[in-house]
């Protein structure tokens, strides 16, 4: 049986993962239309991840008998120009995941929830993953600069992701 408190977090995160496959879709769309078509499979792929976590959240809290909780999602349209805006906003967004699952972490142990401080330790370390990944191609951007022909490249990386 879940504590009242971890349930309402652990619900929130299911809709916070939610909210970041629908923001992923959105910036994943708003790429094609700018014709960085591999950028915009990489937010592609990322909205489907966001979407597991999701599931994976609603999984736990069927089998500690817990209900799940869907909210409305509403998510921003985008007016960015660059792929580096792009990843900015996304590491920033991850971040703030990230910050989102350390709480949610501390209230378990606080509650010596040791099932659930388990369960939650794959969050802690995918989202350790995915601000590394998310920096590694900022850093990239940054060398690219101004160069129209490795920011090209870089976009057709990004397609086989
Ligand atoms: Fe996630
Ligand atoms: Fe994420």
Redesign the pocket.
């Known amino acids: 049986m879940l504590n009242e408190k971890l349930l309402n977090l652990l619900n929130q995160q299911v809709n916070k993962e939610l909210y ?1 496959s629908y923001l992923y879709f959105t910036m994943s769309n708003h790429l094609h239309e700018l014709s960085f078509y591999g950028a915009s499979n990489w937010f592609k792929k ?1 909205a489907s ?2 979407f597991e ?1 999701a599931t994976k959240l609603m999984d736990y809290i069927h089998q500690e008998n817990g209900k799940v909780h869907l909210e409305a999602i509403k998510v921003e349209q985008f007016k960015f120009q660059t792929l580096k805006e792009a990843f900015e906003i996304t590491l920033k967004h ?1 971040q703030y ?1 990230t910050s989102l699952i350390h709480d949610l972490f501390a209230l378990a142990r606080e509650l010596k929830d040791y099932r659930s401080e388990v369960f939650l330790t794959w969050f802690v370390n995918e ?1 350790s993953e ?1 601000e590394s990944s998310v920096n590694t191609l900022l850093e990239k951007i940054n060398l690219i600069g101004d160069c129209k022909n490795l920011l090209l490249k870089f976009d057709s990386e990004l397609a086989s992701r």
């Open positions: 970041s990322q991840e966001e976590h991850e995941v989202q995915e």
